[in-house]
T-cell receptor, first 114, second 114 residues
Framework: GENVEQHPSTLSVQEGDSAVIKCTYSDSASNYFPWYKQELGKRPQLIIDIRSNVGEKKDQRIAVTLNKTAKHFSLHITETQPEDSAVYFCAATTGSGNTGKLIFGQGTTLQVKP | NAGVTQTPKFRVLKTGQSMTLLCAQDMNHEYMYWYRQDPGMGLRLIHYSVGEGTTAKGEVPDGYNVSRLKKQNFLLGLESAAPSQTSVYFC?????????????FGSGTRLTVV
């Protein structure tokens, strides 16, 4: 079946450094790629997303890039802060039809050390 | 505006018991989803619905049933609970027809089957 691979599984950075999380997807029909942040014991929350007709999108300190040819997309967080510590999930739409079904990566635990 | 509400928040079941998880959304979203979250495996789609009266299987549907009798409610049933169904269950909704692919998640139900 279709899948999304996410790396690394854990990432530790110093406050102020940048963090990059990478995902690859297998479904060539995928056209929407969201990123979710999940704090401990909380629900996942959408932080940024990108459509297949766009190569890059930025929102303040976070950005997402998409390479459709290589089937990979990445999350970039600059000037990291302790409150960025959380689990981050990438996802991609999957399946035929406009169902909005998402397949998620396994998650990356980001730790930002003060 | 409550968004997506899940009940109950916690539950302990004995093997073989049944239960129903309720998801309610007040955003008039057409599409609703049930995911389970297990450590190291991201979120996996159980069942989904693209409108009132419709349901479809996701990635891991075995052992679960769903119903969408009203647009705002999406119920997930476990007929005979098994320890393998110990997980955190998240409901989500989206408004694909309006071009909004982003999910709004509920706060989750932590289920333990002993």
């Amino acid at each position: 079946g279709e899948n999304v691979e996410q790396h690394p599984s854990t990432l530790s950075v110093q406050e102020g450094d940048s963090a990059v999380i990478k995902c690859t997807y297998s479904d060539s029909a995928s056209n929407y790629f969201p990123w979710y942040k999940q704090e401990l014991g909380k629900r996942p929350q959408l932080i940024i997303d990108i459509r297949s007709n766009v190569g890059e999108k930025k929102d303040q300190r976070i950005a997402v890039t998409l390479n459709k040819t290589a089937k990979h997309f990445s999350l970039h967080i600059t000037e990291t802060q302790p409150e960025d510590s959380a689990v981050y999930f990438c996802a991609a739409t999957t399946g035929s039809g406009n169902t909005g079904k998402l397949i998620f990566g396994q998650g990356t635990t980001l730790q930002v050390k003060p | 505006n409550a968004g997506v509400t899940q009940t109950p928040k916690f539950r302990v079941l004995k093997t073989g018991q049944s239960m129903t998880l309720l998801c309610a959304q007040d955003m008039n979203h057409e599409y609703m989803y049930w995911y389970r979250q297990d450590p190291g495996m991201g979120l996996r789609l159980i069942h989904y619905s693209v409108g009132e009266g419709t349901t479809a299987k996701g990635e891991v549907p075995d052992g679960y049933n769903v119903s969408r009798l009203k647009k705002q409610n999406f119920l997930l049933g476990l007929e005979s609970a098994a320890p393998s169904q110990t997980s955190v269950y998240f409901c989500a909704s989206s408004s694909i027809p309006r071009g909004d692919y982003g999910y709004t998640f509920g706060s989750g139900t932590r289920l333990t089957v002993v």
